[in-house]
Nanobody, 125 residues
């Protein structure tokens, strides 16, 4: 099992930046692909970004390309999501998730086995 804890959310003005962290404990974190998802009120959970277990492969959702950057530090067992040029539409609860499948493009929440509790990001206009 892997336990995931998100942090770094908060309130920021449009155009600002935040960095989210996803800290993992439990089994060998470097074996896991990690994705970030977000969910706004009344909307489905949306894929934001994914980084493969090695960090060699990265994917982004269309709505965040060019603004968000995902990275990982397997020594610190942490994955980061740097969010720049934030917009009010980015307001949501952000979740990190993990799976131990081979390196691949996993955009469906059902493809992840472990989830954190989420961290709220609010972007004011």
């Amino acid at each position: 099992q892997v336990q995931l804890v998100e942090s770094g959310g908060g309130l920021v003005q449009a155009g600002g930046s935040l960095r989210l962290s996803c800290a993992a404990s439990g089994r060998t974190f470097s074996n896991y692909n990690v994705g970030w998802f977000r969910q706004a009120p009344g909307k489905e959970r949306e894929f934001v970004a994914e980084i493969s277990w090695s960090g060699a492969r990265i994917w982004y959702g269309d709505s965040v390309k060019g603004r968000f950057t995902i990275s990982r530090d397997n020594v610190k067992n942490t994955v980061y999501l740097q969010m720049n040029s934030l917009k009010p539409d980015d307001t949501a609860i952000y979740y990190c998730a993990a799976n131990a499948r081979g390196s691949g493009y996993y955009t469906n929440p059902d493809e992840y086995d472990y989830w954190g509790q989420g961290t709220q990001v609010t972007v004011s206009s």
